[in-house]
């Protein structure tokens, strides 16, 4: 809509004097749609029923003056963008200087002249279609990006889980090993989340880069044999040290991945960690660098009880699954040794939703 046309624009007059209100809606009569007010009370009742592009306000009121009602206009959001033209026989700078500091657009003094409240109210409804059209090309373009980025993310968590899957497909029996760790993992972070050590770290942002990083954590199995990842038996130190380099390759695809980007990526960094530190031990007796403590992504160490808990409730080539209880009884016993005993708390905390998870998403 071109912003000269602006006869479909809604004046509204306030003031206490009738004839007042009668002259200046005869002077603007024909230009603009008109509403008039002759006291603050009915100007805020019709500037909640109605659609107010400019108010002429006069200042000196009884009960609610001028400046009473622009701090109610400009403290509600739905009309702080009207402009207001404060209307006022008095002259002094203290005065003026009050009404723009409460947010007054212009000032029109007493006695009105006709040709210029024309010329005022014209410039202000046209400064006012301005920036209300930039407001909406604003919201446009922001719901734009949003809604862009929204199918970026969509489209990053499906690039993921399919590559998570692609690895997952080298061994049949693992079944829906990936949704499951995945919710493991975030019911840990959100439970760690509520204590004093964590609650500034584990925001609900890194939780969910966490939740989406977790399927990547055996990425590197793809680069490890099908003799020694699928041997239906114990492996020989040997093959054992080469299925232990899965965690290196894991995080050396992730780097090229992110070297090919170009860019930096919260997701592909969470990642890493969880591939490369995933089989690391709280004792340090781990792999692959025998990290320890506090030295382990904290990522990492929610993925290790998570991976382990669900090794061993379901069924490999090398072993029948267990109960929760027995699982529990295994996961309890590397309590300070193999996983971070503020972890095994959060564990025990959310084992309920753990058995609800491991049932949800069974590999039956």
Same mark, same amino acid.
């Given at each position: 809509?071109p912003?000269?046309?602006l006869?479909d624009?809604?004046?509204l ?9 009668a002259f200046?809606a ?5 230009r603009y ?5 002759k ?6 009742h019709i %500037?909640n029923? $109605?659609?107010?592009?400019l108010?002429?306000?006069?200042v000196?009121?009884?009960?609610m ?6 701090r109610?206009?400009t403290s509600n959001p739905a009309t702080r963008h009207i402009p207001v033209m404060?209307?006022?026989g008095?002259?002094?700078q203290e005065d ?11 000032y029109?003094?007493?006695?009105v002249s006709?040709? %210029?409240?024309?010329?005022r109210?014209?410039t202000?409804?046209?400064?006012k279609r301005?920036k209300d059209f930039l407001r909406d090309q604003?919201?446009?373009l922001e719901?734009?990006? &949003?809604?862009r ?8 968590? *499906?690039?993921?889980f !399919?590559? *998570?899957? %692609?690895a997952?497909?080298r ?7 990936? /949704? ?6 975030k019911?840990l972070a959100?439970?760690l989340?509520?204590t004093?050590?964590?609650?500034e770290?584990?925001t609900?942002k890194?939780i969910d880069?966490f939740?989406? !990083?977790a399927p990547l954590?055996?990425i590197?199995?793809?680069g490890?044999?099908?003799?020694? /990842? /699928? ?8 093959? $054992? ?5 899965? =965690? ?5 695809a &992730?780097q090229?991945a992110e070297?090919?980007?170009g860019a930096h990526?919260?997701l592909?960094?969470? *990642?890493?960690?969880? =591939? ?6 709280w004792?340090g007796s781990?792999y692959?660098n ?7 992504p904290i990522? *990492?160490r929610?993925m290790?009880v998570?991976?382990?808990?669900d090794?061993?409730?379901?069924k490999?080539v090398y072993k029948d699954?267990?109960?929760h209880e ?6 309890l016993?590397g309590?300070?040794h193999? $996983? ?6 959060a ?5 309920e939703? $753990?058995i ?6 069974s590999?039956n």
């Open positions: 809509m912003i000269e046309k006869d624009c809604t004046v007059l306030v003031d206490d004097s009738a004839d007042n209100l200046m005869q002077g603007l009569a024909g749609q008109i509403k008039a007010a006291s603050g009370e009915m100007a805020l %500037l029923k $109605f659609s107010v592009d108010i002429i306000l006069d000196v009121m009884p009960e003056s001028g400046y009473d009602v622009i109610h206009v404060f209307l006022t008095k002259s002094s003026e200087k009050l009404g723009f500091e409460l947010g007054a657009a212009d029109i003094h007493k006695p006709i040709p %210029l409240l024309r010329s109210v014209k202000h409804l046209q400064n301005s604003n919201g446009y719901k734009e990006v &949003l809604k980025s929204s199918e970026l993310d969509r489209m990053q968590d *499906a690039v993921v !399919a590559l *998570a899957s %692609l997952e497909t061994d049949p029996e693992t079944g829906n090993h990936i /949704l499951r760790t995945q919710h493991y993992v019911l959100e439970h989340a509520t004093p050590k964590y609650s770290q584990l609900p890194l880069t939740f989406k !990083a954590h055996d590197g199995k793809v490890i044999e099908d003799s020694i /990842l /699928l041997k239906p038996g114990k492996l020989t130190t040997e093959e $054992f040290e080469i299925m232990k380099s899965h =965690a290196e390759l894991g995080r050396l &992730l090229k070297q090919l980007s990526n919260d592909i960094d969470v *990642a890493k960690d969880i =591939a490369y530190g995933h089989h690391e031990k004792d781990g692959p025998g990290y320890s403590g506090d030295d382990i990522s *990492a929610l290790a998570a991976d382990v808990y090794a061993l409730i379901c490999r699954p267990m109960s027995k699982a529990k009884a295994i996961i016993e309590n300070g193999h $996983f971070d005993p503020e972890v095994i708390e564990f025990l905390a959310q084992e939703l $753990f609800k998870i491991a049932s949800e998403f590999d």
